[in-house]
């Protein structure tokens, strides 16, 4: 159960932040992966630096299909799960520990990080859409997630050896909440602590808000 976990972060121009988050996870002994998804800096580098296993998109592909290529590495090794990070310093490392403490109490198949309980620091609008979001997702799952947007999980290899991903953006984290509650996984949350900074959200409002609104369609209410 989770015993042997490894880390994987979809990055996209994270120098900042990548180098202490890597360096961080290596001095626990975990395993790092890092998609750098077609970044113009220093991201790649840095990371490889620091000890991570370096994955390099040419050109930006989008979030999804950076966890997408990251997960197909990973399964051909002995991981028992893989622990999805944000690359710019959102999430804080000592957390992991509770995912995996959860995931054993639990007998989880997921466990997402929830930032629901603490929204203080986490600006208005994304309370308001994450709630919307994280209502809509668990009925669609028939399991309730609080923060189905939360970037912040574990999931067991059997998850990712079961469901077929296919999304390229950010509505990966939510087709993989659907598709492993369709598929019979046990879906937990853990609170988490999040640390905001001065980054400017990739989020686009409308072109995202469009593919999500095509996800649910092609997705989402598919039998």
Same mark, same amino acid.
């Given at each position: !159960?989770a015993?042997?976990?490894?880390?994987?972060?979809p990055?996209?121009?994270?120098?900042?932040?990548? %180098?202490?988050?890597v360096?961080?996870?290596?001095?626990?002994?975990?395993t *790092?992966?890092v *998609?750098?998804?077609?970044s113009?800096?220093?991201?790649?580098?840095?990371?490889? @630096?620091?000890?991570?296993?370096?994955?390099?998109?040419?050109?930006?592909? %989008?979030?999804?299909a950076?966890?997408?290529?990251g997960?197909?590495r990973?399964?051909?090794?002995?991981?028992? @799960?893989? *622990?999805v990070?944000?690359?710019?310093g959102?999430?804080?490392?000592?957390?992991?520990?509770?995912?995996?403490?959860?995931?054993?109490e639990t007998n989880?198949?997921?466990v997402? %990080?929830?930032?629901?309980?603490?929204?203080?620091?986490?600006?208005?609008?994304?309370?308001?859409?994450? &709630?919307?979001m994280?209502s809509?997702?668990?009925? #669609?799952?028939?399991?309730? *997630?609080?923060?189905?947007?939360?970037g912040?999980r574990?999931i067991k290899?059997?998850?990712?050896q079961?469901?077929?991903?296919?999304?390229?953006?950010?509505?990966?984290?939510?087709? !993989?909440?659907?598709k492993?509650?369709?598929? %019979?996984?046990?879906i937990?949350?853990?609170?988490i602590?999040?640390?905001?900074n001065?980054?400017?959200? +990739? #989020?686009n409002?409308i072109?995202?808000?469009? +593919?999500?609104?095509?996800f649910?369609? &092609?997705?989402?209410?598919?039998?």
């Amino acid at each position: !159960m989770a015993h042997n976990p490894c880390v994987l972060i979809p990055s996209y121009n994270e120098a900042r932040t990548i %180098g202490h988050l890597v360096s961080e996870l290596r001095a626990r002994d975990l395993t *790092v992966y890092v *998609v750098d998804d077609g970044s113009t800096d220093k991201t790649a580098t840095i990371a490889e @630096s620091e000890g991570a296993v370096v994955v390099q998109h040419k050109d930006n592909m %989008g979030k999804g299909a950076s966890m997408r290529e990251g997960f197909r590495r990973i399964l051909k090794k002995g991981f028992d @799960s893989v *622990v999805v990070m944000d690359g710019d310093g959102q999430h804080v490392v000592e957390d992991i520990g509770n995912f995996i403490e959860k995931m054993k109490e639990t007998n989880a198949d997921i466990v997402v %990080g929830n930032r629901m309980l603490d929204t203080s620091s986490m600006p208005g609008l994304r309370i308001h859409t994450n &709630r919307f979001m994280s209502s809509l997702i668990s009925l #669609i799952a028939g399991q309730n *997630v609080p923060d189905t947007q939360s970037g912040f999980r574990l999931i067991k290899r059997e998850v990712l050896q079961k469901i077929d991903l296919e999304s390229s953006n950010y509505e990966i984290e939510s087709e !993989m909440i659907i598709k492993a509650a369709r598929a %019979g996984f046990r879906i937990e949350s853990v609170p988490i602590k999040t640390v905001y900074n001065d980054e400017k959200s +990739r #989020i686009n409002p409308i072109v995202d808000a469009f +593919r999500f609104i095509a996800f649910l369609a &092609r997705t989402a209410l598919k039998k």
